[in-house]
Nanobody, 120 residues
């Protein structure tokens, strides 16, 4: 199983970016999908999560600005980021709970991270 994230980049304050992350390989079933971020010198924090049925949770500081969504047919999770601020600068990682078969346990897999830099 691999998670491939993309969509990061350099954007000015107030701008927007859309991250995507696709799971490939033996993805028999995918449950919760998440986006984390880690800024230099800080701990990794959970930004947003979306359950298989579509329920979502957000970090307080991104509520109203970020939207997480998923396409189950494509095994893909998205993070639409609007009204970006310099404090959103971080490496963003996707994470997903995946079973490789019906009898296998749920395992958390990580993507490689994509850099988001918000600066003028």
């Amino acid at each position: 199983v691999q998670l491939q994230a993309c969509g990061g980049g350099l954007v000015q304050p107030g701008g927007s970016l859309r991250l995507s992350c696709t799971a490939s390989g033996s993805t028999f079933s995918i449950n919760t999908m998440r986006w984390y971020r880690q800024a230099p010198g800080k701990q990794r924090e959970l930004v947003a999560a979306i359950m298989f049925g579509g329920s979502t949770n957000y970090l307080d500081s991104v509520k109203g600005r970020f939207t997480i969504s998923r396409d189950n047919a494509k095994n893909t999770v998205y993070l639409q980021m609007n009204s970006l601020k310099p404090e959103d600068t971080a490496v963003y990682f996707c994470n997903a709970d995946i079973r490789v078969s019906g009898s296998a346990p749920w395992v958390g897999y990580w993507g490689q991270g994509t850099q988001v830099t918000v600066s003028s």
